[in-house]
């Protein structure tokens, strides 16, 4: 009998980078919606390389801002794109066709709660993921400028 071979799953970063494409391909026609969840492309630059980094993040909106959440999956370290943001606030966002420049900012211990709530019904997993860390996830206000 032969031996049949299996294709390897795209690495993270592959299916990222794949999504992202797509979404900026398409003015977000194909790829805003992953698994149901609203999504936006957020580029930052390398806090270390300098070089633009992109992402693909679940969103919510809130008077105007889009709001993300720095969940990494509920691990003890923050995902690099937070790093970055915090070195450089100033990002570039698309959500759908709307690009546009923002500042970042990690919301207030005051805001936090009902911006958690916000991703958290989006997003319910996100209650999952801060149950598994000892870390504070971040929530994240991106302001367009």
């Known amino acids: ?35 149901g969840y609203p ?19 679940i969103y919510g909106e809130d008077g105007g801002n889009y709001i993300v959440v720095a969940s990494k999956g509920g691990a003890d370290d923050h995902p690099l794109w937070y790093n970055n943001l915090v070195a450089q606030p100033e990002v570039r966002v698309q959500v759908k066709a709307d690009r546009f420049a923002a500042r970042a900012r990690t919301a207030t211990p005051e805001e936090k709660p009902r911006l958690w709530k916000l991703m958290a019904d989006i997003y319910p997993p996100y209650v999952e993921y801060q149950a598994k860390t000892s870390r504070d996830i971040p929530v994240i206000i991106l302001e367009r400028v």
């Open 39 to 57: 999504t936006l492309v957020l580029d930052t630059i390398g806090r270390r390389s300098g070089q633009p980094r992109r992402q693909m993040l």
């Open 1 to 35: 009998m032969a031996e049949q071979r299996q294709e390897p799953l795209p690495s993270a970063r592959d299916w990222v980078a794949e999504h992202a494409q797509q979404y900026v391909a398409t003015n977000g026609e194909e790829g805003h919606l992953w698994r």
